[in-house]
Nanobody, 121 residues
Framework: QVQLVESGGGLVQAGGSLRLSCAASGRTFSNYGMGWFRQAPGKEREFVATINFSGTSTHYANSVKGRFTISRDNAKNTLYLQMNSLSPDDTAVYYC??????????????WGQGTQVTVPS
């Protein structure tokens, strides 16, 4: 079993930055891909970014490409999401996902509890 705990969310003004972290425990973190998803109020959860097990391959949703960066530190069992140039459209609960690689929720086996990111308009 794998436990994922997100942190780093909060309130940030438009144009600002935040870095989310996801601490993993349980099975060997470096063996599997990871991802970030988000769910805005009244909307379905959507893909944000994914990274392969070694960190050498990444993929982003078009809405965040060029602004967000996914990375991982396998020595620390931690996944990151650096978010720059934030806008109110980025307001959502952000979820860390593990045990998969891709843009679809169903490929990920493990999920964190989510962390709220709010960008006021």
């Amino acid at each position: 079993q794998v436990q994922l705990v997100e942190s780093g969310g909060g309130l940030v003004q438009a144009g600002g930055s935040l870095r989310l972290s996801c601490a993993a425990s349980g099975r060997t973190f470096s063996n599997y891909g990871m991802g970030w998803f988000r769910q805005a109020p009244g909307k379905e959860r959507e893909f944000v970014a994914t990274i392969n097990f070694s960190g050498t391959s990444t993929h982003y949703a078009n809405s965040v490409k060029g602004r967000f960066t996914i990375s991982r530190d396998n020595a620390k069992n931690t996944l990151y999401l650096q978010m720059n140039s934030l806008s109110p459209d980025d307001t959502a609960v952000y979820y860390c996902a593990g045990g998969g690689w891709g843009t679809i929720e169903e490929v990920f086996r493990y999920w964190g509890q989510g962390t709220q990111v709010t960008v006021p308009s």
